[in-house]
């Protein structure tokens, strides 16, 4: 054998390349990746928000037997419960057959997308035209918002109670709202600003329509149709804008990207392109013994605050609730639960290869993506999960012949991100980041891969039965 075929031989025992999802799957998977997208997409259009993501869920969940849980009510093996937090937050879980001491399998994604907030006195009319005021949620960039088709999605609760649902913009018959930005010709000073703050934030104003309320005269016609209008169709008035969650959104539906439709471009892939497979590999793994938690979480892009954000002790509530109902010991519990914090990452983009460290980047189409850290400079905000934990992950993702790969979000000092694990870990519950891979993260159209999307399904499936 020449000494060229022994290196051959040896870097291929001992190196390691990451394996991309077309070349090492058959066809027939490569068609059960091609197939699982339609439904994602579907989900992706009926849930823009984190209220209409539960609401579908729930939906989903009832299909499969699952059933509102409350706390104190008696629990069984093979039962399939769920948990409505004030309608933003779900938590999904079965009970297995091997003792609750033996822990919880958790995967933790979350529902909440930046976008464009409308403010609680957002009317006001000038220059002909009526806007609404708002204020973005998240981290986006204000400029790519400007310029584009945008949906009104969100619920307006009266002051007796009464929740009225709001969704302007989806509809083909619907009209949609607006940003304006500045035309080239007068954008001298504005194109000599900073991308950052070309934009302002108090710029973000929709557009929400320009002809007068018949017979109205004075500065305010425009302002009075558009209430008119409102009233008409949802029976609101401008003091009902006070108790309103109210969002602008990118209108139309999820697209396939790409001549050979291996990529899908949509409104809020971070972090539902985690969310649909956690839910759909709970559903296909009924036969596991093990007790299994899906949360869809809310305000992640906020830093996870509040009472349905993941530090809210609702996590730890349940877990007992859990544990009492099934005679086991709560911090025994804790102790032996394991988690997947399913959370999207970075995806390498040549276009820009200068903010990414390219051997540790994730790869379009090479698969679900683990990030053993997140955070920020020297993993500052992070949950550094344990080789052995790491290892542990890896077992159970090549018994299943899942595709997967390590990533990282970009260069160290570049700039960096958090997700909900290190809100996990802190209750000393094991815990790693595993995702999937997205271009123009946070942008109002991001793309992800079939094949990666396809892989975190697996993985969730092989995570819940392992």
């Given at each position: 054998m020449?000494?060229?075929?022994?290196?051959?031989?040896?870097?291929?025992?001992?190196?390691?390349?990451?394996?991309?999802?077309?070349?090492?799957?058959?066809e027939a998977?490569?068609?059960?990746?091609y197939d699982y997208a339609p439904g994602y997409m579907a989900y992706l259009d009926a849930?823009?928000?984190?209220?209409?993501?539960?609401?579908?869920?729930?939906?989903?969940?009832?299909?499969?037997?699952?059933?509102?849980?409350?706390?104190?009510?008696p629990l069984q093996v093979g039962g399939k419960y769920y948990y409505n937090n004030r309608g933003r937050n779900l938590y999904l879980f079965r009970v297995g057959s091997e003792p609750i001491d033996k822990g919880i399998r958790i995967v933790a994604s979350h529902v909440d997308v930046p976008r464009i907030d409308?403010?609680?006195?957002?009317?006001?009319?000038?220059?002909?035209?009526?806007?609404?005021?708002?204020?973005?949620?998240?981290?986006?960039?204000?400029?790519?918002?400007?310029?584009?088709?945008?949906?009104?999605?969100?619920v307006v609760v009266k002051q007796d109670g009464t929740v009225i649902d709001v969704c302007i913009g989806e509809d083909p018959a619907d009209p949609v709202i607006y940003i304006n930005d500045l035309l080239p010709h007068l954008a001298k000073d504005q194109s000599a600003k900073p991308l950052g703050s070309a934009i302002p934030a108090e710029g973000l104003n929709l557009l929400m329509g320009s002809r007068p309320y018949p017979g109205c005269e004075g500065g305010n016609a425009i302002r009075l149709n558009v209430l008119a209008l409102l009233n008409e169709k949802y029976g609101i008035t401008e003091e009902d804008f006070l108790s309103a969650d109210l969002s602008a959104v990118p209108a139309g539906k999820a697209r396939d990207v790409g001549l050979d439709r291996s990529l899908i471009g949509a409104y809020g892939h971070d972090d539902r392109v985690c969310a649909y497979p956690s839910i759909t590999a709970l559903f296909g793994t009924d036969d596991s013994v093990h007790t299994a938690m899906v949360i869809l979480a809310d305000k992640e892009e906020i830093g996870s605050e509040g009472n349905t954000g993941m530090q809210s002790e609702l996590l730890t509530d349940l877990i007992s609730e859990i544990t009492t109902a099934l005679g086991g010991h709560f911090a025994t519990v804790k102790a032996n639960s394991?988690?997947?914090?399913?959370?999207?990452?970075?995806?390498?983009?040549?276009n820009f290869a200068e903010v990414y460290e390219r051997r540790n980047s994730s790869l379009i189409n090479c698969g679900v993506a683990m990030s053993k850290y997140t955070g920020h400079g020297g993993k500052s905000g992070t949950n550094d999960a344990p080789a052995e934990f790491v290892a542990w992950i890896r077992k159970i993702l090549a018994d299943a012949n899942v595709v997967w790969q390590a990533g990282e979000l970009g260069k160290a000092d570049q700039g960096g991100g958090g997700t909900v694990a290190k809100f996990i870990a802190k209750h000393n519950i094991e815990t790693v980041d595993l995702g999937v891979p997205v271009i123009a993260m946070?942008?109002?159209?991001?793309?992800?891969?079939?094949?990666?999307?396809?892989?975190?399904?697996?993985?969730?499936?092989a995570f819940f039965k392992a």
């Open positions: 020449s000494e060229t075929n022994v290196a051959t031989e040896l870097e291929a025992k001992l190196g390691y390349k990451k394996a991309n999802f077309y070349e090492k799957a058959d998977t490569i068609k059960a990746a849930a823009k928000t984190e209220r209409e993501a539960v609401t579908v869920s729930i939906a989903m969940a009832e299909k499969e037997g699952y059933v509102p849980y409350t706390f104190g009510m409308v403010k609680q006195c957002p009317l006001y009319e000038d220059g002909g035209m009526a806007f609404f005021k708002t204020h973005y949620y998240g981290g986006i960039r204000k400029y790519q918002w400007v310029t584009i088709p945008l949906a009104l999605h969100g394991k988690c997947l914090s399913s959370d999207v990452t970075a995806c390498f983009d040549p946070h942008a109002p159209y991001e793309i992800i891969s079939k094949a990666d999307l396809y892989t975190a399904h697996q993985a969730f499936e």
